[in-house]
């Protein structure tokens, strides 16, 4: 059950995973956001959150894109569309390859 006000479960609190730099990403993204919405940006129709394959999910426990997108959903009322995509192909994980590789290890994955 979540602790109200941290988002998080006590097992999180007891055993955190490491997404403290996406809570952090989160609140200056949907910061920035507010800013630029009241200085003219059109709001965003809908967040759309990159899913994981279900081998990294296992490995990692938690999918950093949604959890950036459920924190700007509650932020700034800006409503997920979950089934835009779905993932269709297990890729690497894109931090060890080069921007060439990133490409073409992507391609055909959703």
């Given amino acids: 059950m979540p602790i109200p006000h941290s988002g ?3 097992q999180c609190l007891t055993n955190p995973p490491h997404f403290t730099q996406v809570i952090a990403l989160a609140e200056l ?3 920035t956001l507010e800013y630029k919405y009241h200085n003219g940006l059109t ?3 809908y967040l759309l959150a990159v ?3 279900s081998n990294r999910l296992k490995q990692r426990g938690f999918n950093q894109a949604s959890l950036l997108a459920n924190w700007l959903n509650k932020k700034l009322a800006i409503p ?3 089934n835009t995509l779905s993932r269709i192909k297990d890729t690497l994980p894109q931090q060890s390859l080069s921007a060439k590789s990133r490409q073409t ?3 055909n994955a959703f």
Avoid: R
């Fill in 8 to 10: 998080l479960c006590g």
């Fill in 29 to 31: 993204l949907s910061k």
């Fill in 43 to 45: 709001k965003l129709n």
């Fill in 51 to 53: 899913p994981l394959s």
């Fill in 80 to 82: 997920i569309n979950i």
């Fill in 105 to 107: 290890n992507l391609k």
